[in-house]
């Protein structure tokens, strides 16, 4: 079974370093990085709908993107992600065994890199997978990956002898996988809070319950669908009435804390 994640908009680079690996895609991270480093800040401020500070902080960080950094000015992509999805997943307090399995089973969807392993050591950046910025393979980075994506995840699948893919990623990111090219089970699972008798997605809460879903699979070596049933972390339970493709956990209502 082999995991996908979304990325995080915030960073943390206070963490330590780690060994570190190279992305698949190096290159053409480079590639969209000069792209964007063509951008006005309008145009950048526009393109991410962000404010002039933050346009102002993307825009140097696509000027300071190298093609040899120091890596010292690098950081495990498990490690360099600070949003809800990665505290639930928690990579930093993995095993050395637990990270061997990361490695092998865990990847996350990237606009700028666009399939990255946990250990890949990457450049701070912010590029979300829906952005229109255009390039010469059109207007948008769904246009950019077409399905170089796809093959890849089907190509590291079968060099992990499964043809199963369970997508803990958002709609916005797992809109860059082409599902002709991918050919592999996909299990969605789906995470709703009941609140007086109603029950619903709520992104924070989805979102960190995606990675701690992540977590549990990576730390117990999980590797068939009905396996996820075993998952109870934040309150959890499975519903036996959900199908194997689309596995539904729910929970009372908590407020965020």
């Not at 950046?125 to 089907?154: C, F, H, Q, V």
């Not at 082409?178 to 709520?202: H, Q």
């Not at 009435?241 to 539904?248: G, Q």
């Amino acid at each position: 079974m082999l995991i996908v994640l979304s990325p995080a908009k915030s960073l943390d680079w206070e963490t330590s370093q780690g060994p570190m690996t190279t992305p698949d895609f190096a290159e053409d991270a480079l590639r969209l990085a000069k792209t964007a480093r063509q951008l006005t800040l309008k145009d950048l401020k526009s393109l991410m709908k962000v404010s002039d500070d933050l346009a102002r902080l993307n825009r140097d960080r696509f000027r300071a993107f190298s093609a040899d950094p120091d890596p010292d000015d690098l950081r495990p992509a498990a490690l360099a992600f600070n949003g809800d999805t990665y505290q639930g997943l928690w990579a930093k307090d993995f095993s050395d065994a637990d990270w061997a399995e990361a490695d092998r089973r865990l990847r996350i969807l990237s606009g700028l890199y666009g399939l990255l392993k946990p250990r890949d050591g990457i450049q701070p950046y912010r590029l979300e997978m829906g952005s229109r910025l255009k390039t010469r393979r059109g207007t948008s980075l769904y246009d950019y990956w077409g399905d170089d994506i796809s093959k890849a995840l089907k190509s590291q699948a079968k060099e992990q002898g499964t043809d199963i893919l369970l997508n803990c990623a958002s709609q916005e990111y797992f809109g860059a996988v082409a599902p002709k090219s991918l050919k592999l089970r996909v299990i969605t699972p789906t995470f709703l809070e009941d609140r007086d008798g109603t029950a619903k997605t709520i992104s924070f809460f989805a979102k960190r319950a995606r990675g701690a879903l992540a977590r549990h699979v990576i730390q117990n070596r999980l590797t068939r669908p009905e396996d996820l049933a075993s998952f109870e972390a934040m309150g959890y339970r499975y519903d036996p009435a959900s199908s194997p493709e689309k596995p539904v956990f729910s929970r009372p209502y908590q407020a965020a804390a």
